[in-house]
Structures are given as structure tokens and as C-alpha cells.
RNA sequence: GCGCUCGUAGCUCAAUGGAUAGAGUACUGGCCUCCGAAGCCAGGGGUUGUGGGUUCGAUCCCCGCCGAGCGCACCA
């Protein structure tokens, strides 16, 4: 059986004339083979959230649907539909439109109530009902989680600013949410940042170790070298001869680089001893604090900073593989342990501990989401790059190895953000230097500019970043469109020397052009489009509901004159200004766009 | 080669399986003696990459092809 079968939306369109507008309702009936058709009776609930009208009494027609094979089957039963509907009082006709259509025409008050519904909610004006009972109530979203290697970059930037809004959306629309940072504080990446900050410390010595290509280039690597020169003086200096004692001879492949990066790693732990664990330490806590600088910045909050390396130190990495190999999803091949992901549809098996006996990354992740499901979300859902999508079906069938619901995750991927710069594309790694921070990103074109231009377009979306159109499109950037629309409105208020609590009772007869039925219609959608944005996971859309209904909003003052002498008028029309502005608070600050009062 | 994602106006992007596919931008022409012109109004702009299928109805679901991005490690 086809999905609900039943559509309904609200079409903002209207025609020339005021009162006789129609507000659309689409209404799709069950095609004639479907003898039963049970979502018909639910069609009674359709009006009432966009339109602002009491939802229908529960309703049933009283005779079979159509049954007819031709094309144009629905019509016959939009044709009785409005002859059987009790008309409520806020709906002055109802008329067949097309086949499957039914066009209900509202009163004037009907169109206008929200004013009233948003003035007495204000801030809360669109929160979702917390969920309660079986639904699923508590969530995380874990976001960003980039490695502490380096500056987050532009693409970190999407990642952030989309994990963000989609759980400030969430939260919003009812549900507990927690955020959530993964630190990937273990692992070979986090020595190799160490020992690019060590040789670029040796330099500062003159020791002649030469600086690996495949090492942390950028400059960032050198700073905290003189940072700990200035702490601790030559305590970490030793000879470049026995540096290189343990690294193999040059080689020219890939291969032999990594091989030579790994040997510089072991000659720092070997050498330094425990004072590799300083070095260590220093890099990844200078890296994080630098992160979590950025993004509070940057209006990125984060309830938990969750420590990769407190999954090993607890030893829940190992039991996380032992349960895997007791339950037998766990073999030995040439030396290494390997999960049999391919059981759950993974195209091959994957390591989880190396012949060396360390543990994959892989192997920490299993562990990290077997936490996760521990601390009893009803829904985890990870935002990660495009580029992790094929770690998807090994991480959901370690899931449902053991024996969790795979489906309590979710992954959100986030494409590519390419980077143009005169013309050109830049490649953009970590390891070369070679890349936008955030930080500059923000610097040049502003954090609310940002947070909105990533908000532009949905997650799936690859996204091409040109600097220097971003430079010259910030002063066009839509986001100052719809802040515009809030100052003004700021701006008449402050002219007008009434009280705006009083506003909250106002009669709303005066309201009768078509504009403003418009924005009212606007108004009474948010709502709904929290909940529907916040089911998709798709935040952008409410960064094109702001764009429209600020559009709708400069239609309006341009047309109507707000501070007129006839009072009643006066404070209906201050009364929706009032109230398209809370929802444009309301709206902005779920997207971490600030909202001025004059700019 | 296999897999995932994406192809919509000149450009950047929207669109629960529904009515004539919409915005912005660019271009053209109008609107400040009046609450903020970072604004408004009116224009032209489309075979939704392509060929099939399912459906009363497809930008949306399914299959083929073309094109783009990204994956296909005992890295993270």
C-alpha cells in the first residue's frame, strides 16, 4: 500500500481578489482499488496547523470511493467531499479545484489568528511537544569530531554549522539533544603531530633531522615548537645522529615515506621516554583548545568532548572485541584479527587489531558506538564528511553483531566543500598546510554570513567555496536580507511610542490585504516546518523559510504603511510586525545567526 | 572495475509522488516630499543530463546509459 496516501499542502499563492482567496488545500484520495482505504479518516486533521483553524472533528465519508478505472477516478469523491464535510465556522466555502482537489476559502479572522497565537508564545512560539513514551525522545549528534592535527578548515566549517543548527532544530522541535565532539586523541595521526612539533623543536637547535614531507607542514607546527623551546629550554634536544639511528634509509615511494615518518615516531618515543607523553600531550591540548576556541566562536556548542583514548584506558576497546570473538564474528588471518562485517552486507572483512597488536581505528569506533547505544539514546546520529560513507555498513553491522537495533543510527553525510581560489581549485589537506582555516573564513566574510551561506543549500549538496566570491558576496549574502527585515521592524517599533505588550491583544479586523494574509499564512507555517525540518535532518530549510518570510515581510511594508493615523489599523498592522519579528528571532537563533536591532 | 552521492533557468540553489517546477543573482524597465532603497513592483528566461519502466499523476520511486565528486588500507 502506497505511503499515507494521503498529501496535503498549503499553497501561499493568492490571486488579485482579497476576501474571495482561497486557501489551497491539496488533498490526494485513495485510488479506487484500495477498498478500504484507512487514512481517509485522518484527512479530518488536515486543515488546522497551517492555516490556524481548530482541526476537524473526526470524519468519515459515508460512502464507498469511487471505483471507477478511468483517470479521473478522485474526482467523483472530491465531489461529494465538500457536501459532506461540516464547515467549520472559520471556512466560508469549500469547492472542488481538480481531481484529488478541494479548495477551502477562510474567513479573514481564521487568516489572521496566528498573530495572537505567536505574541502569546513569543520564544516559544513553533517548540515541538516534548516527546513522551514510546517515541524516541533522547538524541546525539555528534559532529566535527576532526582530528586535532591542525585548524579546522572550511569543510570542518559546513560540518559544524550543519550539526549545530540540526540540533538547536531538534531540540526545538521537542526532542533531548546532546552534543557531542569525538576527539580522536589516539592513534598514529596524534604522533605524527607530535613529532612534526619535536623536529621542527630540533631545528630551533640546529640539529640537522630534515623535516619529512608527509609531516605536519604548517606553520602552526613551528609556533608550538617555540613554545616548548620556551618552556623547557634543550631538555628535549638530542643528536640528529641518533634521531636517525632508527629511520630507514630514503626511499622514493609513498610507502618508504610513511615508513621513515614511523621510524622518527619510535626514535621520539625511544629517546624521550616519558617525555614523549609531553610533547604528546602539549601538541594535542594546544590543537583542542585552539578547536574549541574556533567553534564557540563560531556559535558551536558542544555538551561532551568525548576522549578516543578513554575507550582504551578503560578497557573497552578490548572488551568490545572480546565479546565479538566470543559470539564468533571474530577470525585470525595472517597474523591480524578481522570482524566479518561482509555478514551484514559490508563488501569485505575488516581488520580490528593489526598483527602488531595494536588496535585499528575501526576497533575504537566500534567501541565508541557501543557507548553511545550504552548511554541509552533513543536515536545517535553521527554528521560525517562524504568521504566516511563506506564506513557506514562496518560500523552498523558491528551494531547489529551485537545484537543493538542498527537502526537507533543514523548518518548524516556531508559533501565536499571545494575550495576555489582565482579560479583555481586548492586541494585542501591537513598535512600539506595547504588550506582556508575557519578562522579565516570567518575573519573575511563574518560569522553570521557564514553560519547562513552553509545553511544555503542542503547537506548532499557539494558545495564550491570561492574566497573571493564569498568576499564579495557577503555584502549580498541573503542573511542581510532577512536581519534587514528584523531591523526594520525594530525600527518602526521604536518610532511608535505605544507598548508593544499590549499589542498582544489587538484587534486583528483591520489586517484585510492580500500581503498580509501572506505573512500571516508565513507566520503559521513555522511550526509545521520545524517539525518536518527537523524529521528530514535537513536544517537548510529553514534558512529558506527565513528568506521568504522576510520576502514577505519587505512586500508588505513596502505596500502597506504601517505608522498610519487610524489607530486600530496602527496597532493590527504593528501587532503582525510584531509578530513576523519574533518569528525571525525564533528562526535566527535556531541557525546561530544573531539578530540586530539596527545595522 | 565495484560501491555511495549528485546532474533542475546563463550562474548559485529550492521543491512530502500532485495543480502552470520556484527563489536569488545577472539582464531590461519602473518605485523614495511618506515608518530604513541592504528594500519593493513588472518583464524575459526550462524537453528537470539521457532513454525506458511503475503510477490517475514522476524533479522525486525502479532499471540502463552519459557526466561529475567521493570511497574501495593491518591510515584515521
Redesign the pocket.
Known amino acids: 500500500m502506497?505511503k499515507?496516501g494521503l498529501?496535503?499542502?498549503i499553497?501561499g499563492k493568492y490571486n488579485s481578489q482579497p476576501t474571495e482567496t482561497p486557501c489551497?488545500?491539496?488533498i490526494?484520495l485513495y485510488?479506487a482499488?484500495l477498498t478500504a482505504p484507512p487514512a481517509v479518516p485522518s484527512m479530518s486533521a488536515s486543515i488546522s496547523p497551517a492555516c490556524c483553524v481548530p482541526r476537524w472533528p473526526a470524519w468519515r465519508p459515508n460512502r464507498a470511493l469511487p471505483r471507477s478505472s478511468s483517470?479521473a477516478?478522485?474526482r467523483p469523491a472530491t465531489v461529494i467531499l465538500p457536501r459532506e464535510l461540516p464547515l467549520s465556522p472559520y471556512v466560508t466555502k469549500a469547492e472542488v479545484?481538480?481531481?484529488?482537489?478541494i479548495?477551502f476559502t477562510l474567513t479573514p479572522a481564521a487568516r489572521t489568528a496566528v498573530v495572537g497565537t505567536v505574541l502569546a508564545a513569543g520564544h516559544a512560539f513553533g517548540r515541538g511537544a516534548a516527546r513522551s513514551g514510546k517515541m524516541a525522545r533522547r538524541l546525539q549528534v555528534e559532529f566535527v569530531s576532526a582530528?586535532p592535527t591542525g585548524p579546522l578548515h572550511v569543510g570542518h566549517g559546513r560540518g559544524a554549522a550543519y550539526g549545530a543548527s540540526l540540533a538547536s532544530l531538534l531540540a526545538f522541535a521537542g526532542f533531548e539533544v546532546t552534543r557531542e565532539y569525538y576527539v580522536?586523541d589516539?592513534?598514529?595521526?596524534m604522533d605524527i603531530l607530535a613529532v612534526s612539533a619535536w623536529l621542527r623543536y630540533l631545528e630551533l637547535f640546529d640539529e640537522p633531522v630534515p623535516f619529512p614531507p608527509n609531516a605536519y607542514q604548517g606553520g602552526y607546527v613551528r609556533e608550538m615548537a617555540e613554545q616548548v623551546k620556551l618552556a623547557h629550554g634543550d631538555r628535549y634536544v638530542h643528536p640528529a645522529e641518533a634521531v636517525l639511528a632508527c629511520v630507514p634509509p630514503h626511499g622514493e615511494g609513498d610507502e618508504d615515506l610513511e615508513a621513515r615518518l614511523d621510524g622518527l615516531i619510535l626514535a621520539g618515543k625511544d629517546l624521550l621516554g616519558e617525555d614523549w607523553l609531553y610533547i604528546h600531550g602539549h601538541v594535542l591540548n594546544e590543537q583542542l583548545t585552539d578547536c574549541r576556541a574556533d567553534l564557540e566562536e563560531f556559535g558551536v556548542h558542544f555538551d561532551v568532548w568525548f576522549s578516543?583514548r578513554s575507550l582504551y584506558e578503560t578497557g573497552m576497546v578490548a572488551r568490545a572485541v572480546a565479546t565479538l570473538e566470543k559470539s564468533g564474528h571474530i577470525y585470525l588471518?595472517?597474523?591480524?584479527k578481522w570482524f566479518n562485517s561482509t555478514a551484514f552486507g559490508d563488501?569485505?572483512d575488516?581488520?580490528v587489531q593489526?598483527?602488531?597488536g595494536?588496535y585499528?581505528?575501526?576497533a575504537s569506533d566500534i567501541a565508541y558506538h557501543l557507548n553511545k547505544f550504552e548511554r541509552g539514546f533513543d536515536k545517535v546520529i553521527d554528521v560525517w564528511g562524504?568521504?566516511?560513507?563506506?564506513?557506514i555498513p562496518r560500523v552498523k553491522g558491528a551494531l547489529s553483531a551485537f545484537g543493538a537495533n542498527a537502526d537507533r543510527l543514523d548518518v548524516t553525510?556531508v559533501?565536499?566543500v571545494s575550495l576555489f581560489r582565482d579560479g583555481h581549485k586548492v586541494s585542501m589537506s591537513t598535512r600539506s598546510g595547504e588550506y582556508v582555516t575557519l578562522r579565516q573564513l570567518r575573519a573575511e566574510v563574518g560569522n553570521d554570513a557564514c553560519r547562513f551561506f552553509y545553511m544555503?543549500?542542503?547537506c548532499?549538496?557539494?558545495?564550491?567555496f570561492d574566497l573571493d566570491l564569498a568576499k564579495s558576496e557577503s555584502?549580498?549574502n541573503?542573511v542581510?536580507?532577512v536581519q534587514?527585515a528584523h531591523?526594520?521592524i525594530?525600527?518602526?517599533l521604536a518610532?511608535w511610542d505605544g507598548d508593544q505588550a499590549t499589542l498582544a491583544q489587538a484587534d486583528l479586523a483591520p489586517l484585510q490585504h492580500e500581503r498580509e494574509f501572506a505573512l500571516c499564512a508565513r507566520l503559521a507555517e513555522f511550526p509545521e516546518l520545524i517539525q518536518?525540518a527537523a524529521r528530514d535532518y535537513?536544517p537548510?530549510?529553514l534558512a529558506?523559510y527565513l528568506?521568504?518570510l522576510a520576502?514577505d515581510f519587505?512586500?508588505w511594508?513596502?505596500?502597506?504603511?504601517?505608522?498610519v493615523d487610524d489607530a486600530p489599523t496602527r496597532l493590527a498592522r504593528l501587532a503582525l510586525a510584531l509578530a513576523t519579528r519574533q518569528v525571525l528571532q525564533n528562526g535566527l537563533s535556531l541557525l546561530g545567526v544573531s539578530q540586530p536591532?539596527?545595522?
Open positions: 502506497r499515507g498529501g496535503r499542502t499553497n489551497i488545500l491539496k490526494w485510488p482499488h483517470n477516478r478522485s479545484a481538480g481531481a484529488g482537489f479548495n582530528n580522536n589516539a592513534g598514529r595521526q578516543e588471518q595472517d597474523g591480524a563488501e569485505k575488516r581488520v593489526r598483527d602488531n595494536l585499528t581505528y575501526f562524504a568521504d566516511h560513507h563506506g564506513y553525510l559533501q565536499f544555503l543549500r542542503k548532499d549538496q557539494a558545495l564550491d555584502n549580498d541573503p542581510y536580507y534587514y531591523a526594520r525594530c525600527s518602526v518610532q518536518s535537513a537548510h530549510a529558506f528568506k521568504d520576502g519587505h512586500s511594508y513596502n505596500a502597506e504603511r504601517l505608522l536591532v539596527s545595522m
